[in-house]
């Protein structure tokens, strides 16, 4: 099997711990859906410590897209949030998981000239499905047309962020081509922050004091906690992005069914300590299709390599 699948593999099975550490033990919150994107952004501004081993730098056209990556990035997390807090996550998250791969595949066979083979798409297909039935499965709920569309949005900017920064890797290498995009994303970040949604700056900011005066018991492992769900999160990012550099980048985005496989084992073996870890339901025909879904996962991912 190629290294470029289990980098990718990887990089989503980090992302689902983090969002168990952060469901199961933080709790974290955002009011607005801009704080958490923003958030992000800036976190990418680490990637200043790699500059003295950057040889080259991605110059006008590829310049250009490392600057859409990273944009588009931003502001699908934005989208993502805001949909969330339209509607339930069983509703939203299937919409966008599926759609990513989709619209990226898209992308990268129209801009890129990228060929699955006849079996190759076929564990695309797979995995997509599986993505589809494993993230959904919640309480029941209606969605609005327009968190639809936001979401929809979100999947195209995913989407568009990854065919992009395919590009630039391919041009300037990982290492260049990362660290120009994750720039470009703190740099969104900061004009989100700052001229789009002021409240959500103020209401980082209030966060950031609020836990520096924090210091003691609760504070102390919460901080400790959020740290590592931060690094989990930065650690899968970073592998997912190599593995696109690496590989296909339409299959590693629908490679992200590994990640919601893991969520939904999780939450089964979790649902009496942490009965909201993804607000599922557990009834025979839920397991019956998640299950399902486990083994079309597989077969995909068998495929698909």
Not at 255 to 267: D, H, K, R, S, W
Request: net charge positive; no cysteine.
């Amino acid at each position: 099997m190629p290294s470029w699948f289990f980098i990718a593999i990887a990089g989503h099975l980090s992302n689902a711990a983090a969002f168990i550490i952060d469901k199961t033990l933080l709790s974290t919150a955002f009011k607005r859906s801009a704080t958490y994107a923003g958030l992000v952004g800036l976190l990418s501004l680490l990637v200043i410590f790699v500059i003295p081993w950057i040889n080259i730098w991605p110059r006008g056209a590829t310049l250009f897209w490392a600057i859409i990556s990273g944009a588009t990035f931003v502001f699908a997390l934005w989208a993502f949030f805001e949909a969330l807090r339209k509607a339930e996550a069983s509703r939203v998250v299937p919409i966008i998981g599926s759609l990513i791969p989709i619209f990226t595949l898209a992308g990268t066979a129209a801009f890129l000239a990228e060929r699955l083979s006849a079996g190759q798409f076929a564990g695309f297909a797979l995995l997509v499905a599986a993505t589809a039935i494993l993230s959904g499965g919640g309480k029941n709920g209606g969605i609005s047309r327009i968190t639809i569309a936001v979401a929809i949005l979100s999947a195209i900017l995913f989407a568009i962020s990854s065919v992009s920064g395919k590009s630039v890797y391919m041009e300037v290498g990982f290492l260049s081509g990362f660290t120009a995009t994750r720039l470009s994303a703190a740099l969104t970040a900061l004009v989100i922050l700052m001229f789009f949604d002021r409240k959500a700056a103020n209401e980082l900011r209030g966060m950031v004091q609020s836990k520096a005066k924090d210091k003691a018991g609760s504070g102390k492992r919460a901080a400790g906690l959020a740290i590592l769900g931060q690094s989990l999160g930065a650690i899968g990012f970073f592998f997912v992005q190599l593995g696109i550099a690496k590989g296909s980048a339409a299959i590693v985005n629908a490679l992200q069914a590994v990640q919601y496989a893991v969520l939904v084992i999780a939450a089964f073996a979790l649902r009496k300590r942490f009965p909201k870890l993804l607000n599922e339901r557990f009834d025979r025909e839920i397991i019956i299709t998640k299950i399902f879904a486990l083994l079309i996962a597989a077969l995909g991912m068998a495929l698909v390599v």
